[in-house]
Each structure stands twice: as C-alpha cells, then as structure tokens.
C-alpha cells in the first residue's frame, strides 16, 4: 500500500492568500468602471487601438483574474477538470452575490471570462505537472 500523496504546502498558502485577494475585489462595493476606462483610454491614445474597448479590458482582466485559481486547483485536486467546475460555481456565486453590492453589476459575460481563466490556468499546471512527471519516466523521449 503506497503512502497518500501530500500537497504542497505553498500551493494551500497560495490557494487562500489568492481567494482572499480576489474576494476583496470581487465583493467589495467599489465600481471598477474609471479603472477600465482609463486602462481603455491609454490603449486607445498610447497604442492606437481604437477598436479595444473598455468590455474587452474588463473580460482580459477576469480572465486574467482566474488563472491562478485554475492553476492552484488543478496542483491541489490533481485533476483539471475539478478545479475548472469549481471555479465555475464560485464564479456564479460571486456573480449572484454582486446582485445585492451596490454599483456592482453581475454579469454571464464575467462567468465565462472566469472559467476560461480557470481553464487556462488548469492547462498550465497540467502541462507543467505532465511534463514532470514524463521526464522521470525512462520512456519519456527527450
């Protein structure tokens, strides 16, 4: 009988110090509207982007704000698939809880922006957890 595999201690420490970041973000009652407009207003005027508008910023930065849920789910789980259905039932969560915080808006746009975000992020720790452990292997081409 092989002994149960533990997890990495940082990856729980990561998974925490994460969820208690993005619950300040998500919950708190502050409208993050000037932030994406100013962040769509330098696109437009630095880069000349006209066409970037503030909707994409803000489905850009929910995905980029689930990645590392995605990533430490996926190390913590052991499997790609859990993290993913996961951050998909706390996404809806979040959103439903948006619908009673003031100047918040929930929205399925956000939904999807945030489970893509996870899967990117499960994609990650897959291939970098696959890699490791096909390197050990003396099959493993290399």
């Not at 489905?59 to 590392?68: K, R």
């Not at 990117?120 to 081409?141: C, M, S």
Request: charged share 10%; glycine share 10%; no cysteine.
């Amino acid at each position: 009988m092989s002994a149960p595999t533990r997890r990495p201690t940082w990856v729980i420490w990561g998974l925490g110090i994460y969820i208690a970041a993005v619950a300040a973000v998500v919950l708190s009652p502050v409208s993050y509207g000037a932030v994406v407009h100013a962040i769509g207003d330098w696109i437009r005027d630095v880069l000349g982007i006209a066409s970037f508008g503030s909707g994409w910023i803000e489905f850009a930065a929910n995905v980029l704000m689930f990645v590392p849920l995605g990533f430490l789910l996926t190390l913590l789980l052991r499997h790609h698939w859990y993290g993913v259905v996961l951050a998909l039932v706390l996404s809806a969560g979040v959103e439903l809880a948006q619908i009673v915080i003031p100047s918040r808006q929930p929205s399925l746009r956000d939904v999807v922006a945030n489970v893509l975000g996870a899967a990117v992020g499960a994609a990650l720790a897959w291939l970098i957890v696959l890699r490791r452990h096909t390197a050990g292997r003396p099959d493993a081409a290399g």
